[in-house]
């Protein structure tokens, strides 16, 4: 499949899974500026909103963010490359379901690293150092309470 038919048939099914009518939905509702961008991506920057705590962060085939999003490429060169890995990673997930797989990776990535990126299975495919992300060694786990008092 050439690159062209793999962003095609990513864009379709982020439209048909409804993760990118969802993404202009957030953008709009947080008065943010979209216009097109590369590789059939909408780019929505000046995002009013905190949350999510993020540079920036990608619904469907949108890619949001609070800062403006040249400025903010300027800094991170790869960022497109990172944030259009999460909108394949949406249609992988058919959607919908990428928030809670997300929101369980972070978990994981909190409990491992004391940072919800570094262990991001979702994060590290897309490419930590892309994303602006570092690489934070893993924690000693303890699986009991006893151990714990000793």
Request: charged share 20%; glycine share 8%.
């Amino acid at each position: 499949m050439t690159a062209t038919a793999t962003v095609r048939l990513r864009h379709l099914a982020n439209w048909a899974n409804l993760s990118t009518p969802l993404g202009l939905l957030v953008a709009r509702a947080g008065s943010a500026r979209v216009r097109r961008g590369p590789e059939a991506l909408y780019l929505a920057d000046h995002y009013r909103f905190g949350f999510p705590v993020a540079d920036a962060f990608t619904v469907g085939d949108v890619v949001i963010s609070k800062h403006d999003l040249d400025q903010l490429q300027a800094r991170c060169p790869q960022l497109l490359q990172h944030e259009t890995a999460h909108s394949r990673q949406w249609m992988w997930c058919l959607g919908m379901p990428f928030v809670p797989l997300y929101v369980a990776a972070m978990g994981w990535s909190w409990v491992r690293t004391g940072d919800r990126a570094a262990r991001n299975v979702f994060e590290c495919r897309a490419g930590l150092a892309q994303g602006g992300y570092a690489d934070v060694p893993t924690r000693r786990l303890r699986l009991s309470a006893s151990g714990r008092a000793r």
